[in-house]
T-cell receptor, first 107, second 125 residues
Framework: DIQMTQSPSTLSASVGDRVTITCRAS??????LAWYQQKPGKAPKLLIY???SLESGVPSRFSGSGSGTEFTLTISSLQPDDFATYYC?????????FGQGTKVEIK | QVQLVESGGGVVQPGRSLRLSCVAS????????MHWGRQAPGKGLEWVTD????????YYADSVKGRFTISRDNSKNTVFLQMNSLRGDDTAVYYC??????WGYGPRGGAFDIWGQGTMVTVSS
C-alpha cells in the first residue's frame, strides 16, 4: 500500500499569512493526488485534484503543486474561513489512502 | 442541487450487522462510481470501498475485506454498505462520496468531489 505522510501535523498562522502544507508519498503517484478541507463536524470538501487542478468554486488563493512523491498545498493569504484540517489523498492504485491531516490553527 | 444523504447508522453490538444507505440527487447517478469512507472519532479519513458506475467493479480496504459489501441500485439512485461481523474499531462516521469522473475516466477519477453529511456507527456492547 502507498503511505501518505503530511507535515506539519499542526500549523499556527495568522490571517494574511502564506501557508504551505507538504504531503509525501511512499512511492511515485505521478500526479494522482487530491487535497481536501474539513471543518469540525462537517464532511470534507474537495479543493484540488490531479495535484494542481483547482476544483470549481474553490478560491484562487488555494493552489497545489508537485509530482512523483512530493506535493504541496499552498494558501497564498490565509482567511478566517480557512482555519480547518487539510488532508491529501492519492488515487494512483488501490487502496486509496489519505495523509494523517494538517490542522491549521489561529496563531 | 447535488446531494448525498446517508442513513442507517446507529449503535450495534460487536459481531452484529448493519446496512447503510446513501441516496443521491442532483446528478446522473448511473454515470458515476461511488465511494464509502469513514472517520473514527478524533482521527483521520480512511477510504473503505468503492463501486463502479455500473456495479461491475468493487474494491475494498484490507480492514473490511470479507466483512463489508458495497452495492448499488441505479434505479433508486442509492448505494449501500452492508457491514457484517462488526468490531469496535469499525466505530466511525461513515461518509458516502461521489467519484469525480463520469464513467470513472479522467483526471478526477478517484477524487471524491461530493460528500454526504455522514452517519455515525458505534460498535459497543
Amino acid at each position: 500500500d502507498i503511505q501518505m505522510t503530511q507535515s506539519p501535523s499542526t500549523l499556527s498562522a495568522s490571517v494574511g499569512d502564506r501557508v504551505t502544507i507538504t504531503c509525501r508519498a511512499s512511492q511515485s503517484i505521478i500526479t494522482w493526488l487530491a487535497w481536501y478541507q474539513q471543518k469540525p463536524g462537517k464532511a470534507p470538501k474537495l479543493l484540488i485534484y490531479k495535484a494542481s487542478s483547482l476544483e470549481s468554486g474553490v478560491p484562487s488563493r488555494f493552489s497545489g503543486s508537485g509530482s512523483g512523491t512530493e506535493f504541496t498545498l499552498t494558501i497564498s493569504s490565509l482567511q478566517p474561513d480557512d482555519f480547518a484540517t487539510y488532508y491529501c489523498q492519492h488515487y494512483d492504485s488501490y487502496p486509496w489512502t489519505f495523509g494523517q491531516g494538517t490542522k491549521v490553527e489561529i496563531k | 442541487q447535488v446531494q448525498l444523504v446517508e442513513s442507517g447508522g446507529g449503535v450495534v453490538q460487536p459481531g452484529r450487522s448493519l446496512r447503510l444507505s446513501c441516496v443521491a440527487s442532483g446528478f446522473t447517478f448511473s454515470m458515476y462510481g461511488m465511494h464509502w469512507g469513514r472517520q473514527a472519532p478524533g482521527k483521520g479519513l480512511e477510504w473503505v470501498t468503492d463501486i463502479s458506475y455500473d456495479g461491475t467493479n468493487k474494491y475494498y480496504a484490507d480492514s473490511v475485506k470479507g466483512r463489508f459489501t458495497i452495492s448499488r441500485d441505479n434505479s433508486k439512485n442509492t448505494v449501500f454498505l452492508q457491514m457484517n461481523s462488526l468490531r469496535g474499531d469499525d466505530t466511525a462516521v461513515y461518509y458516502c462520496a461521489k467519484d469525480g469522473a463520469d464513467w470513472g475516466y479522467g483526471p478526477r477519477g478517484g477524487a471524491f468531489d461530493i460528500w454526504g453529511q455522514g452517519t455515525m456507527v458505534t460498535v459497543s456492547s
